[in-house]
């Protein structure tokens, strides 16, 4: 199975984009990175969890956070 996952990213055009990896297009833009984080999880969840990309403005990565699927009653913990 292919690991499913997303990046949040600063859009060229200005605001925040969400896109998978190696994806021409984004899959949502946001005037906000914290809109853009919460439409991530939010696709992330409901195609069944995956992994959350974000950078900064500096185009380092900045945070990851692993997603579990929305029906999961015993989702696993994130250790930072």
Request: proline share 8%; net charge positive; no cysteine.
């Amino acid at each position: 199975m292919k690991p499913n996952r997303r990046i949040v990213q600063e859009h060229n055009g200005g605001g925040w984009e969400v896109k998978a990896p190696r994806a021409d297009r984004a899959s949502s833009t946001h005037s906000t990175q914290g809109e853009a984080i919460d439409r991530a999880r939010q696709i992330l969840t409901n195609t069944g969890g995956g992994e959350l990309t974000i950078k900064g403005r500096d185009g380092k990565i900045r945070d990851s956070d692993t997603v579990s699927p929305g029906n999961d009653p015993n989702p696993p913990r994130d250790r930072k």
